[in-house]
């Protein structure tokens, strides 16, 4: 540490900041300078979202080098070059030495496809210098080809990491762009000034929590209604149900990274989504891929203590979450009816875990109050993001004018659970449970009230998350729990 220091005030001493010079012609590099991400890991999930099989054919291309692969991506996949994430105060700069008359050149590894879709929206650039199909222009060719276009090796060159030091060496001032520290001290080492710093933002522990959306968490308390539902809760061990919510938590979290990945394009066109870290550049692919990784891990290691049924059920979670975000959520009312089964998988998971059975009523009951659920979450998505009359909402399987129609579907549903409910209340099973049964008809108008009441707000679109992560913030769905809680406990 304290070499490194020593090495930052002797580059700074010996290599002091210099003034830009608006003669000297600027060259820019693309991946994670003028924009926060990687253009080839974005079109390389695009692709495998779209055409799997497509991709592993552009894998052949690897071996005429990797710009054929890049060139092969390119031209099947076309980015959304007015929704990337671009680096807003150096783009801002860019601008302004733009208006000065100064030449600015855009150099890139990223195919020749990318970088001029990019140029042509900013219109900032005199040309492109890019990967061509043969050559790619990394390290020494870049510099190769900046001169050669330049016919001068007078330029000043803005990049991200160590892969520009070849290209700094041969310049005459470095921008450092959403670079890790440490790379001032090398390019002060090589003996370059540093003209201009856009620091990188340093990693925050709160762009990783929402990455896996840790507030997500609180619906896999599902895993505890078993527990409690069994009048047996001193009697069991806590333990399996708290493996059981980690396990999933990991995994769910997980599988929220890949489907953020994979919905790139259509977050950045939503108004909240497109903060999320990978949509906003926040987070790399790379670095969402590894955490993904390392969470699937943790998980499986969790449910190794269960037994086979638990880990199937959470094998089974897994697939279907993962259905779900690749092909299930376009497709129309299939999206609701597979939501609804991961919710109930959680109480069924949760009575694996602790060898409970699950009584067919709490499973009727289940599946039609989350299929109620579901539709509000839909609700909320269209009513938030409503596209003109006859288009689809974007990622999504439904019409504007399919409103009225998911809100009575919904409605049918809530409904139904009740019923299951009071059937439940009315039958010979609930006596051997409670001595007061009559007591627990409270719960019919207290969950119609609640199931009406979600409803109606996810209509009006006040629901803006998982209508479950809702409840737990909702002042009056808290209410309701506490309500019921004391009704059932009165019951018995």
Known sequence: MFSVLVSAIVGVLLNPPAATNTSVPLCVDLDGTLVRVDTLHEQVLAL??????????ALLRLFQGIAAFKREIASRVTLNVETLPYNEDFLEYLRNEAATGRRIVLVTAADQLVAEAIARHLGLFETTLASDGVTNLKGKAKIAAIQKYLESDRFDYAGDSRADLAVWRGSTAAILVNSPRALKVVVGRCGVPVAREFPKPRPSAVVVLKAIRLYQWSKNLLVFVPLFLSHKVWQHEWIPSLQAFFALSMAASALYIVNDLLDLESDRRHSRKRHRPFAS???????????????????????????????????AYIIASASYSAVFKRMLFLDITVLAG??????????AATGIV??????????????????????????QNRPAEGELIAGRGYLPSDLSAILSLGSASGYVAVLVLGLYINSPDVTVLYRHARILWLLCPVMAYWIGRMLILANRGYIHDDPIVFAF????????????????????
Request: proline residues 3%.
């Open 473 to 492: 913030r909702d002042r009056a769905s808290r209410t309701v729990a506490v309500l019921s809680a004391l009704i059932a406990v009165g019951a018995l």
């Open 281 to 315: 550049g926040a987070m790399s692919v790379r670095a969402g891929i590894a955490l993904g990784i390392g969470l699937l891990l943790c998980s499986a290691a969790v449910t190794m203590a269960f037994p086979i049924t638990a880990r199937v059920l959470v094998a």
């Open 358 to 383: 699950i009584s067919p009523w709490l499973l009727a009951f289940s599946i039609f109050l989350f299929i109620s659920l579901a539709i509000c979450k839909r609700l909320t998505e269209l009513r």
């Open 48 to 57: 495998l979202k779209r055409q799997p099989f497509a991709f592993l054919a």
């Open 342 to 351: 991961l919710y109930t998988l959680r109480i069924l998971l949760g009575g």
